[in-house]
């Protein structure tokens, strides 16, 4: 039996949303805002303006990348971008970085974070929390490579369940929280000034995590049906979806809770219920974070491994990732291969350190892959665009200029990690030749 070359097109545009949603949301809206509101100097109407600034960039980056997905609707997603527009090398240390450490040091969080919640039902020694972690990921794994359709479902599910505690969550705040009317009356009273607005930055820093991942939907371009239609609007759909998901959550928070227990937390939704509903609703909180962190791993699965089997087929990866498996027509081991080193990262636990040194990378190539939509309109000027940017040029250079903000923020409060993060991007330099040179006859 001749193996397939291409991953089947099962994915239509209410998976495509779902995958985004699913996907960014993890433990960030279960534990941020307490940070937000406590950097935003206590002013739950400046915090709620940081959450819709981060929702926004999140946006225009979305729309960008909507333009670049229609265009190319392809497994690989950024990395398939960045090559189109600026060359394989840059491509590859896109690629590189993510196997290395983002994608799967994101798995190896999500699945550590996924143990500590599990020990709230089971107490866990340190290395029972680590086999929980890794036999979290083998589950996601095994799901992904019996098939694209089956893992789209558990998303859509495990999406469903974890946005309707939220939202829930959310309503029952403003409908029996009594602390509407003190979180109004303390909305917009801080004045205005340097260190607010610092202290605001340092805020936007972590909303703009809550929101990481709505980018990795594009490796799904590959899988989708009539994707010049669908793409566009499930990524634009879905980031819009999460804006407001997560202001309704904080407008919860704050209803139940009010600025100050909100601001001095860091378990903010088990705090929240616990004064809504007592005690023992607070622990089914925790099973609530279970599903969530699952769903976000399950997300990555389903997309990240799509970028490796697009560098395998180029010829700068394992070649065996560039197979399709014969009868479940997915990238398995393109998908065992990523499971396997997050399992290690897990066990090892040098996730954390990686993940801290390259995790501002992420931006830095997403805007590097949203900058590639000038480069292919001024080199490609008459190529199909079913779907173009609006307010072009001005929404893809403000996401430009924003991911730029934040790499360079970076460089700025972590010196030493942003070079140590940078050492490891450019490492992928010379395994990058070393591939191209295996390749030559």
Same mark, same amino acid.
Not at 159 to 172: C, E, F, M, N, Q
Not at 174 to 197: E, I, K, M, Y
Not at 345 to 361: C, I, P, R, S
């Given at each position: 039996? !001749?193996? #397939?070359?291409?991953?089947?097109?099962?994915?239509?545009?209410?998976?495509?949303?779902?995958?985004? *949603?699913?996907?960014? *949301?993890?433990?960030?809206?279960?534990?941020?805002?307490?940070?937000?509101?406590?950097?935003?100097?206590?002013? #739950? +109407?400046?915090?709620?303006?940081?959450?819709?600034?981060?929702?926004?960039?999140?946006?225009?980056?979305?729309?960008?990348?909507?333009?670049?997905?229609?265009?190319?609707?392809?497994?690989?997603?950024?990395?398939?971008?960045?090559?189109?527009?600026?060359?394989?090398?840059?491509?590859?240390?896109? +690629?590189?970085?993510?196997?290395?450490?983002?994608?799967?040091?994101?798995?190896?969080?999500?699945?550590?974070?996924?143990?500590?919640?599990? +020990?709230?039902?089971?107490?866990?020694?340190?290395?029972?929390?680590?086999?929980?972690?890794?036999?979290? *990921?083998?589950?996601?794994?095994?799901?992904?490579?019996?098939?694209?359709?089956?893992?789209?479902?558990?998303?859509?599910?495990?999406?469903?369940?974890?946005?309707?505690?939220?939202?829930? /969550?959310?309503?029952?705040?403003?409908?029996?929280?009594?602390?509407?009317?003190?979180?109004?009356?303390?909305?917009?009273?801080?004045?205005?000034?340097?260190?607010?607005?610092?202290?605001?930055?340092?805020?936007?820093?972590?909303?703009?995590?809550?929101?990481?991942?709505?980018? !990795?939907?594009? !490796?799904? %371009?590959?899988?989708?049906?009539?994707?010049?239609?669908?793409? $566009?609007?499930?990524?634009?759909?879905?980031?819009?979806?999460?804006?407001?998901?997560?202001?309704?959550?904080? /407008?919860?928070?704050?209803?139940?809770?009010?600025?100050?227990?909100?601001?001095?937390?860091?378990?903010?939704?088990?705090? $929240?219920?616990?004064?809504?509903?007592? @005690?023992? %609703?607070?622990?089914?909180?925790?099973?609530?974070?279970?599903?969530?962190?699952?769903?976000?791993?399950?997300?990555?699965?389903?997309?990240?491994?799509?970028?490796?089997?697009?560098?395998?087929?180029?010829?700068?990866?394992?070649?065996?990732?560039?197979?399709?498996? #014969?009868?479940?027509?997915?990238?398995?081991?393109?998908?065992?291969?990523?499971?396997?080193?997050?399992?290690?990262?897990?066990?090892?636990?040098?996730?954390?350190?990686?993940?801290?040194?390259?995790?501002?990378?992420?931006?830095?190539?997403?805007?590097?892959?949203? $900058?590639?939509?000038?480069?292919?309109?001024?080199?490609? #000027?008459?190529?199909?665009? @079913?779907?173009?940017? @609006?307010?072009?040029?001005?929404? @893809?250079?403000?996401?430009?200029?924003?991911?730029?903000?934040?790499?360079?923020?970076?460089?700025?409060?972590?010196?030493?990690?942003?070079?140590?993060?940078?050492?490891?991007?450019?490492?992928?330099?010379?395994?990058?030749?070393?591939?191209?040179?295996?390749?030559?006859?």
């Amino acid at each position: 039996m !001749n193996t #397939p070359r291409d991953l089947a097109r099962t994915l239509d545009q209410k998976d495509l949303v779902l995958v985004v *949603i699913g996907t960014v *949301i993890g433990s960030g809206i279960w534990l941020v805002p307490g940070a937000v509101l406590k950097s935003s100097s206590g002013d #739950p +109407g400046l915090a709620l303006v940081v959450w819709l600034v981060g929702g926004i960039f999140s946006l225009l980056g979305a729309l960008t990348f909507a333009e670049l997905g229609a265009m190319y609707p392809d497994s690989g997603g950024s990395y398939t971008y960045v090559r189109e527009a600026f060359g394989p090398l840059p491509a590859f240390l896109l +690629g590189w970085t993510l196997f290395l450490a983002i994608n799967t040091g994101s798995m190896a969080t999500l699945a550590v974070a996924f143990a500590t919640y599990a +020990g709230e039902f089971a107490p866990l020694g340190t290395i029972a929390r680590r086999l929980v972690a890794a036999a979290m *990921i083998a589950v996601v794994a095994a799901v992904n490579i019996r098939g694209t359709r089956q893992a789209a479902s558990v998303q859509n599910w495990s999406t469903g369940v974890k946005v309707g505690v939220i939202l829930a /969550l959310a309503v029952s705040g403003l409908l029996l929280g009594t602390q509407g009317g003190a979180t109004a009356s303390r909305a917009f009273t801080v004045p205005v000034s340097g260190s607010v607005l610092s202290g605001a930055g340092v805020g936007l820093l972590g909303v703009l995590w809550a929101y990481e991942g709505w980018v !990795n939907v594009t !490796n799904s %371009a590959g899988e989708a049906r009539d994707p010049q239609r669908t793409f $566009a609007r499930g990524i634009v759909i879905g980031t819009a979806a999460l804006v407001a998901i997560y202001l309704g959550a904080n /407008l919860g928070y704050l209803a139940a809770l009010g600025p100050d227990q909100v601001a001095g937390t860091q378990r903010v939704a088990a705090d $929240a219920v616990r004064v809504l509903y007592g @005690p023992f %609703a607070a622990k089914l909180i925790g099973a609530a974070v279970l599903v969530s962190v699952f769903s976000a791993t399950n997300g990555l699965a389903l997309t990240s491994p799509r970028t490796y089997f697009a560098m395998a087929r180029d010829g700068v990866f394992f070649s065996r990732l560039a197979e399709v498996h #014969p009868r479940f027509g997915t990238p398995a081991l393109a998908i065992l291969a990523s499971a396997v080193w997050a399992v290690f990262l897990t066990l090892t636990g040098t996730f954390e350190q990686l993940f801290t040194y390259v995790v501002f990378a992420s931006w830095l190539f997403a805007g590097l892959a949203a $900058a590639g939509v000038f480069v292919l309109r001024r080199r490609h #000027p008459g190529a199909p665009r @079913p779907f173009r940017v @609006p307010g072009y040029p001005l929404t @893809p250079a403000l996401f430009v200029a924003a991911a730029s903000i934040v790499v360079a923020n970076t460089f700025v409060a972590r010196p030493v990690q942003a070079l140590a993060g940078m050492g490891i991007v450019l490492l992928g330099t010379p395994v990058y030749f070393s591939w191209k040179r295996a390749r030559r006859p």
